[in-house]
């Protein structure tokens, strides 16, 4: 029998599916005062995490910073959820520091859907959008599977890995969306109807053990960190997790590789079952042992997937290989000998929307009001998820709301910034992952400053409260003065003073410094200067402390970074007009002209981006838009 | 490409399926000390709770008790996970007084998935059965769909709901297990090849409501109880839930009811839209309306579905109408007219096993070694699977150990005896559920009783441990001392006593009588008696004094059934030799003869209660094996 449709509600903003995009999208929109409808396959799967139980790590843990700093979610819901937390990188410098966290995955789950049910403006439904609804060029809503004919004035699709969603084990292969979920099988093909380029993407998940057979006794420990640490700017150290779980390390070996290489012909990875393209920085155990065939051993981090689960995680053994041959895999590990697979690890291929056909807000370039998000767009992680999912929430919602001006983040901003950048301007062939080598800027986007960098933005959008902007306001101003009074009070070379420096292996001061200065010295900390100035007027929260210490100690770079996003910023604001005509430029490289054409970028700077645009062609198109002559008429 | 098939560990029991009924015959197989694999769709799914957010209720709550007195699961893991406590029925006799819980079902799904987990000799795996390995007709394992081949001594299918399950709200239908889960196709195709004969039934569930948006002062609140209950017998009373959360009381009403009559040619219940047979003691709402047209209203109780999540059950309003049609249904009814509905409800249609296909142990009559358990025999309900599947287990357990003696509950033993009864001897047209009608001993049956019962013989099974076993043994005997000495000790008629009383409305006292006599009176109490009688040489648990009261005071009652229930296993003790041949039986009437092979009863007690074989069939067949004519020689 024909599902019948019928007219649902009306909403002001539609949000597809509830992952981690889909969650951070509706959030944000519904904060901002819009009526929001969050429509999702399985209401036991929001915000579920189907691979590693962790969030951050180098560039994604900056990313739940810049996420927390603009009103979203994600950093407050791990905070509330981890059972571990570990800043990685801590002797390297502040631009690849990372905090990293195992979380409880059920509990994040939970914890992110309870968040939801109380927002309000926003209401969480299970259903399947099965097609879009459209009228001029513009998605004006959604159909589900139900029959339910939802309007809005924006929607936004976050349909992560369930589209047209394939499991794969070794030879076994079923329709299937991410741990044995329902997929959805028709919104791809409207999309296809309404003219979007999709493409097949894979990933894939390693198999999970029972902990009560792993020999943990082989295995190197890796606990959490006893010195204080959050995502969320907002968290109070008092509720640090005193109880923390460890993970443990261990390593394949020859052993395991052999197995991997001796099965070779039935890895569908190779045997050419599966056709969709998967990450190159995530891959699996049988592309890693394929691929860097000198190496004798890999890394494997044996990782809780809960507090109150015997389930781990065996990070670094992603693999579709027949379960027959993980099992084998698993056994030749040291620890594992006699470990328990609890699920086989599997490989899923589903479709993206090729990201060329987005805009920097994530709006699509064909339809008006459609954004995408997340996984859908081609990335693969889950801070990688929400941070698109953020941005197209805020843009949703902006659009609903009749606000002429979109909200952007430049590659100077931030990650997101970075990510959407290279999503829109490059595409990307294979899932795209953020690292902290995709940032050019990356001594300006750091962790530990994406308070300041994003929290007036987040203000302004509404999504940052009046008393935590207060709050933050307070700490901008406690760091500004201590930096006005380092840069003021001076240290005299002192006996005590040269004392203190030999001790610590550095040279003595012959004439009086800056306490600024002082602290710049390597060996110097702001509480050894501390010894020999007078105290703050008021106590520093030890978060403007770190503040304090990097700003001085890297001010030479932080400079160099900051004068060449000056310079972005000029040729940032060389806008290109949105109905030029590339036909009608003379003298662009055949290239440059396709490309062009195909990215339609918005700005001078994105233009610079794209590959196989050349500064000459960079050159004619300056000129050509500077002479006015831009557009044929447009109809 | 083909799955390839390997041949993966051997086990002494498979359990497939890990509901509430696997969950409980995996333990109790794996207790007795079987190498035991628990096998299932989907990890995240173990022990989940697809409907009504709660444990217990009238018979039902019995059931729960036995299983806890076998060595069970469900009592302990409803006790620390519930979020609401109630005894119903208090006013009425202790038969039908039930207690009944409301779960955190994701709670409780962790908690059992963690005890699994935690459980020696037990594997919990990831995988679906596709097909039993039968060898001479035996079954002697299963294949999964990743091709691993397990043996295994005995095998138990649990399967519930998952059979070739399909999904139906109004016009939309699809494949699916229970809460958009993956279903399992193949594994009936297989049953059905081997001669087992197979039915569709199908079940429904309400939609679920966001509690935000119902409005609770125009409904009645239903807190949970003061009064300190358990369900297992072992849980300390300290651990009693302060912290309760209410169900809410409403009705449906006239308004309710025409939208239901208004669409009844879109239900699909009525449009011929579903095959299978739904529960007749657990109707839709849009059959109670149409079966009981002139009842203008029905109750509606709101249930938490857990502690940190706003959906809302709403029970008693199971339905598969069109989505449109059940939100408007639910803004007809008081407190929820501004219901926003998180998921529809929906109805499920899948296979069962026809039940007369089992013996009284679960094992099928078509393979040896095969049990099955639960929804697939064509029961309802959380409790009457988990009693089956303990039962199953138990079985499968000594058949892995090669103990000939099976383990059998008689109808006078227990309510899981009188359900297996009922399906193996009777057979089911539709879903079961356990009542206390059912029972026909059902004052020996009770909730109270049930570690007397039951206590013993799951010691005997190696289920109990030697620790609570003692301690039951020291509750008996508390209790048969004290009853000793109510039964020798006297209370006169002196001034005190009858002033007691006169005072409680009771005829005074003329000679003195024995103290148990005195509590037999319908006002009095132990504390009363106490007051009058010296006290007990150790103080008595309350549960002690519960049944000193019971016994007391139903006396008559209980020793009328006890005659019966003696009369009863008499009956049981005569035998039907297993190569009967009912072919070589001159004189039974037609139907008696067809339903005797059929069904192949175990007893003469068993024969008595098969519809169709009348008195006179039961004295032919009686005479028939008392001459020791049995049978052919069988081949
Ligand atoms: C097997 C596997 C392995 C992975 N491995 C890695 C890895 O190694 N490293 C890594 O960084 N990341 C990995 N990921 C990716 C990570 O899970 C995703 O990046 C992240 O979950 C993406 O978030 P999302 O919100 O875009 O999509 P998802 O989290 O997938 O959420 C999408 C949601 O939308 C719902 N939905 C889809 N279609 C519809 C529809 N039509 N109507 C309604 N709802 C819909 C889905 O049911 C789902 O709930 C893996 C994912 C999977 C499944
Ligand atoms: C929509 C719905 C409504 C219901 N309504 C009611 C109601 O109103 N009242 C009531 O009392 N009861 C109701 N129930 C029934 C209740 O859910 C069941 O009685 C109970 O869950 C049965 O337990 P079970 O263990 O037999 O099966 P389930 O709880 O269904 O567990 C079976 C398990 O086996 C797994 N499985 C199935 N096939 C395979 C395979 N081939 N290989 C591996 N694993 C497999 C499944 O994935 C599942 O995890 C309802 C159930 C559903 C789904």
């Known amino acids: 029998m024909e599902v019948r449709e019928y007219d649902a ?19 944000a929109a519904a904060r901002m005062g819009n009526e929001t409808l969050l429509l999702t396959i399985n209401l036991d799967m929001v915000a579920f995490m189907p691979c590693n139980p962790s969030v951050g790590g180098p560039a994604k843990g900056i990313v739940v910073r810049e996420i927390d700093a603009l009103g979203g979610e994600m950093a407050h819901n791990i905070d509330k959820t981890y059972v571990q937390m570990r800043m990685l990188n801590t002797g390297k410098g502040p631009a690849v520091r990372a905090l990293r966290a195992q979380a409880d995955k059920h509990a994040y789950h939970q914890a992110m859907k309870d968040t939801i049910e109380n927002q309000p403006h926003l209401t969480l439904r299970q ?34 890995t369930a589209s047209r969603g394939k499991i794969i084990i070794g030879e076994l292969m079923y329709s299937s969306g991410p741990n044995n979920s329902q997929p959805s099988n028709q919104l791809s093909l409207d999309l296809i109807e309404h003219g979007f380029k999709l493409r097949r993407f894979k ?61 070779l012909d039935r890895a569908p990875m190779f045997s050419g079952v599966i056709e969709g393209v998967g990450p190159r920085y995530c891959p699996s155990i049988e592309d890693k042992v394929v691929r860097f065939a000198d190496k004798d051993h890999h890394q494997l981090f044996l990782e809780p997937e809960g507090r109150n689960t015997e389930e781990w995680y065996v990070q670094g053994f992603s693999t579709s290989m027949p379960e027959e041959v993980q099992q084998k895999m698993l056994h030749s590990v040291v620890g594992l000998e006699h470990a328990q697979m609890m699920r086989p690890g599997y490989a899923i291929e589903y479709d993206v929307v090729e990201p060329y056909q987005l805009r920097p807000t994530l709006e699509t370039k064909i339809l008006r009001n459609l954004f995408t998000a997340g996984q859908m767009n081609g990335t693969s992680g889950y ?53 902290t080598s995709r940032a050019e800027y990356r001594l300006i986007l750091r962790h530990d400053n994406a308070d300041l960098r994003l929290t ?11 008393q935590r902007y207060t709050k933050f306001l307070a700490k901008k101003a406690a760091l500004e003065s201590e930096l006005a009074r380092l840069n003021s009070v001076r240290i005299k070379p002192s006996a005590t003073v040269n004392a203190f420096l030999v001790e610590k292996g550095a040279t003595p001061l012959k004439d009086g410094v800056l306490a600024s200065e002082f602290l710049r010295r390597p060996e110097v900390t702001y509480a050894d200067v501390c010894q020999f100035i007078p105290a703050p007027a008021i106590e520093l929260d030890r978060r403007v402390i770190e503040q304090i210490e990097i700003q001085l100690k890297y001010a030479g770079y932080i400079k160099k970074a900051e004068e060449r996003v000056a310079k972005l910023k000029r040729m940032e604001a060389k806008q290109i007009p949105e109905n030029i005509d590339y036909d009608a430029i003379n003298g662009l490289a055949t290239e440059a002209h396709q490309k062009l054409k195909k990215i339609q970028p918005e700005t001078i700077a994105q233009a610079t981006r794209i590959s196989g645009v050349n500064p000459a062609d960079i050159a004619i198109l300056s000129v050509y838009i500077e002479q006015g002559r831009i557009a044929k008429v447009t109809g």
């Not at 949000?15 to 969650?23: E, I």
């Not at 459209?134 to 029959?147: H, K, L, R, S, Y």
């Not at 007036?456 to 009046?466: A, K, N, T, V, W």
């Open 383 to 435: 801070e990688e998820a929400a941070g698109q999912g953020l941005l197209a929430g805020i843009n949703a919602g902006l659009r609903a709301k009749g606000e002429a001006e979109p909200f952007i983040l430049k590659r100077s901003d931030a990650y997101i910034g970075v990510m959407v950048d290279d999503l829109v301007t490059k595409g990307t062939n294979e899932p795209y992952r953020l690292l």
């Open 203 to 263: 990933t894939g998940t390693p198999p999970r053990v029972d902990g009560t057979t792993i020999d943990y006794s082989v295995t190197s420990e890796q606990p959490g960190d006893q010195e204080v640490n959050h995502f969320s700017y907002d968290t109070p150290d008092s509720v640090y997790l005193k109880d923390q779980i460890s993970c443990w390390l261990t390593y394949t070996n020859p052993t395991t590789h052999k197995i991997i290489r001796d099965n």
């Open 456 to 466: 007036q933005r987040g203000h302004e959008l509404g999504l940052i409260s009046d």
């Open 9 to 27: 509600q009306n909403y002001d903003v539609i949000v597809v599916g509830a992952g981690h995009a889909g969650s951070e999208a509706a959030l």
């Open 127 to 160: 259903g399947t959008a099965d097609r879009l609804l459209v009228e001029d060029g513009a998605c004006v809503g959604i159909v589900a599977n139900t029959g339910a004919r939802y309007r809005a004035k924006s929607v936004v699709l976050a349909a992560g």
